[in-house]
């Protein structure tokens, strides 16, 4: 059997898969107009996708690491910003439960999680709330530099202050779970701030290339409070997920893995005629670029499906070096798809609303995208096993 597509994945998968043809059916006006594709989330809210990685017996799906992965990059072949939303979500399900429980937690930690997951899964799974997860400040962790984000404790929970930038689902997120630091203890928090907080804003106007549907502003946070509650994992976790679980990071190429699928998908319904046109399948030049798309994909593909079979704590360095591989070529390889995907499907394909055009734009996008952007995977990469361990 499959390793990866086992069939309570695959079930997950299909169940999304039926609504694809509703997302890609609007994707093209989400792009368009830079919003956010709430028709979509309201969707994958009735068929339950909001709790996908919470667990059976609280009323999520008991999707894992890689079923995630899986459905990622099914939503991802239908509207890719629906997908890269999504992430945002889901990670902070994997974060508190799949991903704490491989890293194994101490007795006062396993404590934090009993007290605060009800409260999480039962938001997720019957409440509707959607969460966010704005890491970024242009100094991620893992990055190598500090967060300037900064939590004070104070009587039933903290004060945070800070900035992200690129915080995803701004302006409909309910919760959005940031990392902070405390003055004095160097563990990371992650920490839930209401959307609804006094001192939490959303600022700044959003018209990116592409992932237009984003709508990742600036989140402002001045003195926000957070309840006890709302700390979504004990202090500390967060560093040893960095330590223990890098594959964390990769989450959002999955759906950059999804719409590499997409290009592929429309330039072989070009080519065989499906799109008001005549067949180019017997153009042997066409055939050529066909060809070039095929292998860039296969081999994206094929090394995220080997680097799922080894996603587990504690990687070995060989390990650790495909996933920084498997980022690239997938980071890289979907704009190197697109672009060829334009040439083989000729001048028309670069018109708006023309699904190539759109993916053009949305797949430039994912190489700039911190912690584990291109540079700085091939940064890693061009110094593995050159120097000494340390």
């Not at 309910?174 to 920490?191: Q, S, T």
């Not at 001045?222 to 960095?242: R, Y």
């Not at 094929?302 to 070529?329: F, G, H, I, N, Q």
Request: proline share 5%.
């Amino acid at each position: 059997m499959d390793s990866i597509k086992t069939p309570e994945r695959m079930e997950l998968v299909e169940r999304v898969a039926a609504l694809g043809p509703h997302f890609a059916k609007r994707a093209a006006e989400y792009d368009r107009n830079a919003s956010f594709p709430a028709e979509n989330w309201n969707d994958l809210t009735n068929e339950g996708f909001l709790g996908l990685c919470a667990p059976l017996d609280v009323g999520g799906l008991g999707g894992d690491f890689v079923a995630y992965a899986l459905v990622s990059e099914e939503i991802g072949r239908h509207c890719a910003t629906t997908a890269l939303t999504f992430n945002m979500h889901t990670a902070t399900a994997l974060l508190a439960g799949w991903i704490a429980d491989q890293l194994g937690m101490d007795n006062e930690q396993q404590s934090h999680l009993d007290r605060v997951r009800p409260q999480l899964w039962n938001g997720m799974c019957h409440q509707g709330i959607i969460h966010s997860q704005p890491f970024s400040e242009g100094r991620t962790p893992g990055s190598g530099q500090p967060i300037g984000t900064t939590a004070v404790p104070v009587e039933g929970g903290y004060k945070v202050t800070g900035k992200k930038i690129f915080a995803s689902l701004s302006g409909i997120a309910n919760i959005h779970n940031v990392v902070a630091l405390v003055d004095g203890d160097p563990r990371v928090r992650l920490l839930g701030v209401p959307a609804d907080a006094e001192g939490a804003s959303i600022e700044g106007d959003w018209d990116p290339l592409g992932m237009r549907g984003t709508d990742s502003r600036d989140l402002i946070l001045t003195e926000a409070f957070v309840p006890d509650d709302h700390e979504v994992l004990p202090p500390g976790v967060f560093d040893a997920m960095v330590q223990r679980f890098p594959y964390f990071y990769m989450t959002l190429s999955f759906s950059y893995l999804g719409l590499m699928r997409a290009i592929l998908d429309f330039t072989g319904e070009y080519l065989r005629g499906e799109h008001g046109v005549a067949s180019r399948r017997d153009n042997h030049v066409k055939q050529a670029g066909w060809a070039e798309m095929q292998m860039i994909y296969d081999k994206a593909q094929s090394l995220m499906y080997r680097v799922l079979t080894e996603a587990a704590v504690d990687p070995s360095k060989a390990a650790l070096r495909r996933a920084w591989s498997t980022m690239v070529a997938i980071m890289e390889g979907a704009p190197e798809m697109a672009s060829l995907a334009i040439r083989v499907c000729g001048g028309r394909s670069m018109l708006r609303p023309n699904k190539l055009e759109q993916h053009y734009r949305d797949a430039r996008c994912g190489a700039t995208m911190l912690p584990w952007s291109v540079e700085v995977c091939l940064d890693r990469l061009g110094r593995y096993d050159l120097y000494p361990d340390n």
